[in-house]
């Protein structure tokens, strides 16, 4: 599996607001500095950048050896805009952070930072001891220079490695389970009518005593599949636990049916959803992906024949976008929870190898149970 890392996608979960039943895009300086920074330390990574700027006698720039590492560096947030203490947990601009405090930070005086990233000005900063004294003097690139070899270090340090290498094997190990679930389930019926549901709570405090009411919540709704014929009854589910800003824990959820049994997937979706509102006493809300399909790059929701390649493609580009969404960013309020489990998936159903593809099946609805997840492991 190819998980692109150069712009990360979760940008907008964790700047959504809820008000009044609605969610809006809100400015937070924090993730746009941990966004700012998440591309330039994954493309330093990866090209193995070391120095950005080749500079003449006279210390000005004669050549600018990678121009994407350089239109990035406008884009970075002010530290100085983000108060401290951070809510939120990035290795990214943890090791962004060290390198600028290390090479850039002992030459400003005040507000330099607020010019420094986009203005670039040509005049020289300075480097004082305590009692004032001019002890280096350095141009703007010179110090751009510094701070590239200085980050290049630390990501290439083994505690930032190990933590790339732990995000890549939980997102793999998501991505693997979904997948055998989804092969499984398209082998096994001639069509399936695919849901995709977001559920969430209203105006939810941010502690732990909350996520695990809705962890639990979310448990019980799922066993009502089984038997309340209010509910479609489904063949499999994936889901994902996902934080935003303001928006809270909320579970992004697929659905699965049996396409021979049911066909208009707007109006299951919005059963499950307005199911929920009730199951939670008026306390949660959702929103109905299949009611509004054309929004939607890759469409991978709706009715998908077992031979219709080009759904089951775009389905396997969003269990890609599904397993990613944890990738970078962790609030500070999981920090006191040892063990939180971030995505499940039904059991996976055993398929009779004898039947062909395409044929009509008329299996009856395998139990849905709760088996495999990813734990996501954080540390206070």
């Given at each position: 599996?190819?998980?692109?890392?150069?712009?990360?996608?979760n940008?907008t979960?964790?700047?959504?607001?809820?008000?009044?039943?609605?969610?809006?895009?809100?400015?937070?300086?924090?993730?746009?500095?941990?966004?700012?920074?998440?591309?330039?330390?994954?493309h330093?990574?990866?090209?193995?950048?070391?120095?950005?700027?080749q500079?003449?006698?006279?210390?000005?720039?004669?050549?600018?050896?990678?121009?994407q590492?350089?239109?990035?560096?406008?884009?970075?947030?002010?530290?100085?805009?983000?108060?401290?203490p951070?809510?939120?947990?990035?290795?990214h601009?943890?090791?962004?952070?060290?390198?600028?405090?290390?090479?850039?930070?002992?030459?400003f005086?005040?507000?330099?930072?607020?010019?420094f990233?986009?203005?670039?000005?040509?005049?020289?900063?300075?480097?004082?001891?305590?009692?004032?004294?001019?002890?280096?003097?350095?141009?703007?690139?010179?110090?751009?220079?510094?701070?590239?070899?200085?980050?290049?270090?630390?990501?290439?340090?083994?505690?930032?490695?190990?933590?790339?290498?732990?995000?890549?094997?939980?997102?793999?190990?998501?991505?693997e389970?979904?997948?055998?679930?989804?092969d499984?389930?398209?082998?096994?019926?001639?069509?399936?009518?695919?849901?995709?549901?977001?559920?969430?709570?209203?105006?939810?405090?941010?502690?732990?005593?909350?996520?695990k009411?809705?962890?639990?919540?979310?448990?019980?709704?799922?066993?009502?599949?089984?038997?309340?014929?209010?509910?479609?009854?489904?063949?499999?589910y994936?889901?994902?636990?996902?934080?935003?800003?303001?928006?809270?824990?909320?579970?992004?959820?697929?659905?699965?049916?049996?396409?021979?049994?049911?066909?208009?997937?707007?109006?299951?979706?919005?059963?499950?959803?307005?199911?929920?509102?009730?199951?939670?006493?008026?306390?949660g809300?959702?929103?109905?992906?299949?009611?509004?399909?054309?929004?939607?790059?890759?469409?991978?929701?709706?009715?998908?024949?077992?031979?219709?390649?080009?759904?089951?493609?775009?389905?396997?580009?969003?269990?890609?976008?599904?397993?990613?969404?944890?990738?970078?960013?962790?609030?500070?309020?999981?920090?006191?929870?040892?063990?939180?489990?971030?995505?499940?998936?039904?059991?996976?159903?055993?398929?009779?190898?004898?039947?062909?593809?395409?044929?009509?099946?008329?299996?009856?609805?395998?139990?849905?149970?709760?088996?495999?997840?990813?734990?996501?492991?954080t540390?206070?």
């Open positions: 599996m190819k998980i692109d890392d150069t712009f990360p996608r940008y979960e964790l700047t959504v607001e809820q008000k009044v039943n609605r969610f809006t895009i809100v400015h937070n300086p924090e993730i746009e500095l941990c966004f700012s920074t998440i591309p330039i330390c994954t330093i990574f990866n090209n193995h950048i070391h120095q950005l700027y500079l003449d006698k006279r210390k000005r720039i004669e050549r600018v050896f990678d121009k590492l350089d239109d990035l560096l406008k884009r970075v947030t002010p530290f100085m805009e983000v108060q401290e951070y809510r939120f947990d990035c290795e601009r943890q090791v962004f952070h060290e390198a600028f405090k290390e090479a850039v930070q002992p030459y005086q005040g507000h330099d930072e607020y010019d990233w986009k203005k670039r000005l040509p005049y020289p900063y300075y480097k004082v001891d305590g009692d004032g004294k001019v002890v280096s003097q350095k141009v703007w690139a010179e110090l751009i220079n510094d701070f590239i070899y200085a980050l290049s270090k630390r990501l290439n340090e083994p505690r930032f490695r190990q933590k790339l290498a732990e995000r890549q094997r939980k997102a793999e190990h998501q991505y389970r979904a997948k055998r679930l989804v499984a389930l398209r082998a096994k019926y001639s069509k399936l009518l695919i849901l995709r549901v977001d559920l969430c709570w209203k105006n939810q405090n941010l502690d732990e005593l909350n996520l009411k809705l962890k639990s919540t979310l448990s019980d709704f799922l066993k009502r599949f089984h038997h309340d014929p209010a509910l479609p009854n489904i063949v499999g994936i889901w994902k636990l996902e934080f935003g800003q303001q928006k809270g824990y909320h579970y992004h959820c697929m659905f699965f049916l049996n396409g021979n049994k049911y066909q208009n997937d707007a109006y299951y979706a919005e059963q499950i959803g307005s199911y929920w509102c009730k199951y939670t006493n008026g306390q809300i959702y929103h109905n992906c299949n009611r509004n399909k054309v929004d939607y790059r890759h469409l991978a929701i709706g009715m998908a024949r077992h031979d219709d390649q080009v759904m089951f493609d775009n389905l396997d580009k969003v269990l890609v976008y599904i397993c990613k969404q944890d990738q970078f960013i962790i609030d500070k309020h999981l920090s006191g929870i040892r063990v939180l489990r971030t995505f499940q998936t039904s059991a996976i159903p055993k398929t009779d190898p004898q039947k062909p593809l395409g044929r009509p099946r008329n299996h009856s609805c395998p139990e849905i149970e709760t088996t495999e997840h990813t734990e996501l492991t540390t206070s």
